[in-house]
């Protein structure tokens, strides 16, 4: 069965700076997908970013980023210029089917 | 992106009740899930549901104690029976187009269950 491991329960950065969360997955396939998502106090689950194992290129959608190394089997997010309303759970996805599965989580505060 | 809703937001049920949450979506998908998050743990999939076939359950997950229908292209119930202390979670529907592997998940507001 395929795991999802986030080392770090919570993290925290002051806004504006740089924090980068990551992930560790272990599978014997050789194409799925890996997502991140948000998910604020209101619960709603945001897909934050989201990349194809097939692609070296790792993925970015404007302050978010990964650093995506399919070998290691890892699978960091980056947030950068971060904001107070990026305060929330992380959550880790990994899917080789139709659903997915998630990891525990990393809770990011954000100081003023 | 699809827009979900569900309903009840929140409810506070007594054991031994039952509780069906519903799940709307405004566009026609293939494949709806439905997880719980228990508090303050990660999401787990109870089950997947097809449009006219009978819902594929997760292994600790039995259709006796969460029956899902699955009427239509754009909704879902799943229904939490006899209930416990330990179900009081999130329940979450989601929906992917079913296009094939990999497909984006995009999640409802989730339904928070309290049980005493």
């Known amino acids: 069965a395929q795991t999802v491991t986030q080392s770090q329960p919570e993290m925290s950065v002051q806004e504006a700076e740089t924090v980068t969360l990551s992930c560790t997955y272990d599978t014997s396939e050789s194409d799925y997908y890996l997502f991140w998502y948000k998910q604020p106090p209101s619960r709603q689950m945001i897909l934050v970013i989201r990349q194809e194992a097939y692609k070296q290129q790792n993925a970015t959608e404007n302050r978010f980023s990964v650093n995506f190394q399919k070998a290691a089997k890892s699978f960091s997010l980056k947030i950068s210029d971060s904001q107070l309303g990026d305060a929330a759970m992380y959550f880790c996805a990994y899917g080789a089917g139709y659903a997915l599965n998630f990891g525990k989580g990393t809770s990011l505060l954000v100081t003023p | 992106s699809a827009v979900i809703s569900q309903k009840p937001s929140r409810d506070i049920c007594q054991r031994g009740t039952s509780l069906t949450i519903q799940c709307q979506v405004d566009s026609q998908v293939t494949m709806m899930f439905w997880y719980r998050q228990q508090p303050g743990q990660s999401l787990t999939l109870i089950a997947t549901?097809?449009?006219?076939?009978?819902?594929?359950?997760e292994s600790g997950f039995v259709i006796d104690k969460f029956p899902i229908s699955r009427p239509n292209l754009t909704f879902s119930t799943l229904t939490v029976s006899n209930m416990s202390p330990e179900d009081s979670s999130i329940y979450l529907c989601?929906?992917?187009?079913?296009?094939?592997?990999?497909?984006?998940?995009?999640f409802g507001p989730g339904t928070r269950l309290l049980v005493l």
């Open positions: 549901a097809n449009q006219g076939s009978e819902a594929t359950y």
């Open positions: 989601s929906v992917g187009g079913g296009r094939g592997l990999g497909e984006t998940q995009y």
